[in-house]
Nanobody, 124 residues
Framework: QVQLKESGGGLVQAGGSMGLSCAAS????????VAWFRQAPMKERELVAA????????YVASNVKGRFTISRNNALNQLYLQMSSLKPEDTAVYYC?????????????????WGQGTQVTVSS
């Protein structure tokens, strides 16, 4: 069973940049669609971006398009989210998630494996 662990969150000023990483263990994610979600206080969880097993970007939310970039390195079993021009409304807990490519549907499908999340706080 794949386990996911995010890293790289923290506090950043508005307009700044931050990179998140997600390391997979207990299995390879090379055959998985992987994604970043986020959940802000009092808001529903939303899909931020998703990427195919071969590295093709499948989805980027309209409110982060042009500012966030999703990527992956299958050799390292890792997923990344590079965030720039950050805004206070990007403040949220960010989660990585994975679903086997034969079962994945983006943007509305279910993801089977989840990390515990990392807090990103953007100050104004």
């Amino acid at each position: 069973q794949v386990q996911l662990k995010e890293s790289g969150g923290g506090l950043v000023q508005a307009g700044g940049s931050m990179g998140l990483s997600c390391a997979a263990s207990r299995g390879t994610i090379s055959s998985y669609v992987v994604a970043w979600f986020r959940q802000a206080p009092m808001k529903e969880r939303e899909l931020v971006a998703a990427i195919s097993s071969l590295g093709r970007t499948l989805y980027v939310a309209s409110n982060v398009k042009g500012r966030f970039t999703i990527s992956r390195n299958n050799a390292l079993n890792q997923l990344y989210l590079q965030m720039s021009s950050l805004k206070p409304e990007d403040t949220a807990v960010y989660y990585c998630a994975a679903q086997h490519e034969t079962k994945a549907t983006v943007p509305n499908g279910r993801f089977a494996y989840w990390g515990q999340g990392t807090q990103v706080t953007v100050s104004s």
